[in-house]
């Protein structure tokens, strides 16, 4: 069983930043596929980044490539999103979620085994 507590989500002015961290539990972290995915406020949820089992492939939606970076601590069992340039639509709860399974390129939600509660991102204009 994996544990996920997300953090670091808040309310922020357009063109500013956040970083959002996923702390993790469990002794098999460094073997899961990570992943973020975000829900807008009256839409469902969707991928927003990911990152294989390796830490060596990255993956993201359109929408964020270019601002946002996704990256893992296997020695800290976390996994962060560093958001720059952020914007209004961003607006949404961030999950953030593990896949068993040695995944490579997760990005369907069926995919992922575990998820965070979610933290609100908010993004003035």
């Known amino acids: 069983q994996v544990q996920l507590l997300e953090s670091g989500g808040g309310l922020v002015q357009a063109g500013g930043s956040l970083r959002l961290s996923c702390a993790a539990s469990?002794?098999?972290?460094?073997?899961?596929?990570m992943g973020w995915f975000r829900q807008p406020p009256g839409k469902e949820r969707e991928f927003v980044a990911g990152i294989a089992w390796t830490g060596v492939d990255t993956y993201y939606t359109e929408s964020v490539k270019g601002r946002f970076t996704i990256s893992r601590d296997n020695a800290k069992n976390t996994v962060y999103l560093q958001m720059n340039s952020l914007k209004p639509e961003d607006t949404a709860v961030y999950y953030c979620?593990?896949?068993?399974?040695?995944?490579?390129?997760?990005?369907?939600?069926?995919?992922?085994?575990?998820w965070g509660q979610g933290t609100q991102v908010t993004v003035s204009s």
């Open positions: 469990g002794r098999a972290f460094s073997t899961y596929a």
């Open positions: 979620a593990a896949g068993a399974g040695y995944g490579l390129h997760n990005t369907r939600e069926s995919e992922f085994d575990y």
